[in-house]
Nanobody
């Protein structure tokens, strides 16, 4: 069975940092592009970051570029999102996704709340 389990969310102050983690199982992790998405209350889900199957060309959306970093460890079947200098607008449920041509898997999400 496929499992992607996000963790690391919680309450953080503006300007602070969080590291989200998403270990995966039940499929050949190294063959999948991995991505992070987020969905704020009342808004559409938006892409945050993406990384190739080998860890090449990590990229982030303009709204988080320079603050967030996506990485993966294929030996541990895990993708991470390092979130620095967080803002209130970063408050959302964060989801990890595994995708290739004919397959797409999603985790359950982890809540990130940026507040004083």
């Amino acid at each position: 069975q496929v499992h992607l389990v996000e963790s690391g969310g919680g309450l953080v102050q503006p300007g602070g940092s969080l590291r989200l983690s998403c270990p995966a199982s039940g499929f050949t992790f190294r063959n999948y592009i991995m991505a992070w998405y987020r969905q704020a209350s009342g808004k559409e889900r938006e892409g945050v970051a993406v990384i190739t199957n080998t860890g090449g060309t990590p990229d982030c959306a303009d709204s988080v570029k320079g603050r967030f970093t996506i990485s993966r460890d294929n030996a541990k079947n895990t993708v991470c999102l390092q979130m620095n200098s967080v803002k209130g607008e970063d408050t959302a449920v964060y989801y990890c996704e595994a995708v290739r041509v004919l397959s797409e898997y999603w985790g359950q999400g982890t809540q990130v709340t940026v507040s004083t």
